[in-house]
């Protein structure tokens, strides 16, 4: 009955505003509303002069389907009048009403919010309406198929990304694929952008080894195929849309890779490795204190320092290939190839100056005794300009790391080069000219340390965080480091020379042994140096 009284009410007030005046002039909107699927969309009605409240009442309805979208009566909100769709989703602005401004918020819209809506609004004996569309639901859905994927190490898997849309997919914006379990170094894997594919957007890790189903772009499949997975490919990976109006997105994880052959084999050579080593180190230590001066306990040694860095340098370069350190790969295998050397140089069999040495080669016990070291060092530097060059690939410096990276290779070569001319090609010459010799192995002392700058500047190169203050203060120190190696350390060794007047060998003796010395101080000093120069770039 009461219901009957009010819809009666409203139409005498209808009928006596349209006979007695033009009726309350109602504002919206001139054209049709686009809305965002899941999103939110006001429904504009107004008025100029704000009315009274205490006769107010506006109505909105859905005409399609003769809905009460949301009412106010009584100067109060009615929510529970409203249609049962729109409870909770369709709200006035209470603190604009007073103002004139009977707007709605419809939140949360799906496609069926389509459609026409009207705005009605009764006061006093006035009466006015005006007309709201939203002609349709820009709808943007991107889903995932399987949230988590399982792999084994070199297979390749599909990383599933399907968008539903109104919009043709070539349309889009863009649709990117990144790496972003360790946020905030959120790493690109794949884009399409404007209708284009664009693989060297890619992260150097994932190049040539994403890519998307070109076929089934069309189809808003934007699924990518991750060939040869590796172990760093463990994590979340998110597959993002952007249109003109939204961002969705969805995401898939690598939870859990198992180990491939190769991974099996690594483990197989770097537990021989370990196992070479502590055998063949029991009968290498019993000859050794028998004072055994045999070949066999020679050839057991040299297994001993052989076998297991072999092994090693193997092993890396398998971890190389399935997991594409190519730093990691040649630095790691070139040290362990030039530790063979080293540990020649050590071995109890090889020192002539012990009662357990064997006869060698003169030409070959030379090569170790006084080439060892700077071939290890042109081995080693020749393996970390390689990696800086391959990680450098597409710097803007390009030809400038070129440069300097000839020159390390240049510098770290002479020392060997001199030190063949003097200790294996021409020993008999060297020894009767003892000061020429003496010079030459200084100077390639000199260069081999030299380097040592230049392989500093190529870690700076690898930095956009190093400044020029972090490079000159490292300069500054690397040089003073120099200074006092190379001029003020050797002083002791010439005054012994003149105030005690040692004999020729003696002095050199003396000199090289202060030689070597000052290289070691030299060496922590590069180092702890190019660790200053590199604090933007470890952290």
């Not at 003892?434 to 700058?453: A, D, E, P, R, W």
């Not at 500047?457 to 490079?471: A, D, G, P, Y």
């Not at 002791?492 to 070691?520: D, E, G, M, N």
Request: charged share 15%; with cysteine; hydrophobic share 45%.
């Amino acid at each position: 009955m009461c219901t009957w009284n009010v819809s009666m009410f409203r139409v005498l007030i209808s009928a006596a505003a349209l006979l007695t005046s033009e009726g309350l002039l109602v504002q919206g909107p001139a054209q049709p509303l686009v809305a965002q699927l899941g999103g939110s969309i006001i429904l504009p009605c107004s008025v100029e002069t704000p009315l009274p409240v205490e006769e107010l009442e506006v109505e909105w309805k859905r005409t399609d389907e003769e809905a009460l979208v949301h009412l106010f009566q009584d100067g109060l909100d009615r929510p529970e009048a409203q249609y049962q769709s729109y409870k909770d989703r369709a709200h006035f602005f209470s603190e604009q009403i007073f103002k004139g401004n009977f707007s709605i918020l419809l939140e949360n819209i799906t496609v069926a919010d389509t459609g026409l809506y009207r705005c009605v609004v009764y006061s006093y004996q006035d009466v006015g309406e005006i007309s709201v569309t939203i002609q349709h639901v820009e709808r943007v859905v991107v889903t995932g198929k399987d949230q988590i994927i399982l792999a084994r190490v070199g297979e390749d898997v599909v990383l599933n990304c399907m968008v539903d849309s109104h919009i043709p997919p070539q349309r889009f914006d863009e649709v990117s694929w990144k790496k972003v379990d360790k946020s905030p170094d959120i790493i690109p894997v794949l884009l399409f952008q404007n209708g284009t594919i664009f693989s060297g957007s890619s992260h150097k890790r994932y190049i040539d080894r994403a890519e998307f189903f070109r076929e089934e772009i069309p189809k808003g499949n934007f699924s990518i195929r991750l060939k040869n997975v590796q172990t760093a490919d463990k994590g979340e990976y998110m597959c993002e849309v952007h249109t003109e109006k939204s961002v969705n997105s969805a995401t898939v994880e690598i939870q859990r890779l198992g180990m491939s052959a190769l991974h099996i084999i690594i483990l197989m050579l770097c537990f021989t490795s370990l196992l070479l080593t502590f055998l063949l180190s029991i009968p290498v230590t019993i000859y050794i204190n028998r004072k055994d001066t045999g070949t066999k306990p020679m050839y057991i040694n040299y297994l001993q320092v052989v076998c297991p860095n072999i092994c090693l340098s193997i092993a890396f370069v398998l971890w190389g290939v399935i997991e594409g350190s190519v730093v990691e790969v040649t630095m790691c295998a070139t040290i362990n190839l030039s530790r063979i050397i080293l540990l020649f140089l050590m071995a109890p069999y090889f020192n002539w100056n012990t009662t357990v040495s064997v006869d060698l080669p003169v030409s070959f016990h030379r090569i170790i005794e006084y080439m060892g070291i700077p071939i290890a060092y042109l081995l080693i530097s020749t393996a970390f300009c390689s990696a800086v060059l391959h990680d450098l690939w597409n710097a803007s410096k390009w030809s400038e790391v070129v440069l300097v990276s000839a020159v390390i290779i240049l510098l770290s070569s002479t020392p060997v080069f001199l030190r063949a001319l003097s200790e294996v090609c021409f020993t008999h010459f060297f020894e009767i000219h003892f000061s020429l010799g003496f010079v030459t192995k200084y100077i390639g002392h000199i260069l081999m340390q030299t380097s040592n700058f230049f392989e500093m500047r190529l870690l700076f190169f690898r930095s956009s965080s190093v400044n020029e203050s972090m490079i000159i203060m490292a300069y500054a120190i690397g040089g003073i480091s120099a200074v006092v190696s190379f001029i003020v350390l050797p002083i002791p060794a010439v005054r012994h020379y003149f105030c005690l007047k040692l004999p020729k060998h003696q002095l050199h003796t003396l000199i090289w042994r202060c030689c070597k010395y000052t290289s070691k101080y030299h060496f922590i000093v590069l180092y702890c140096t190019s660790h200053i120069g590199m604090f933007g770039y470890d952290l």
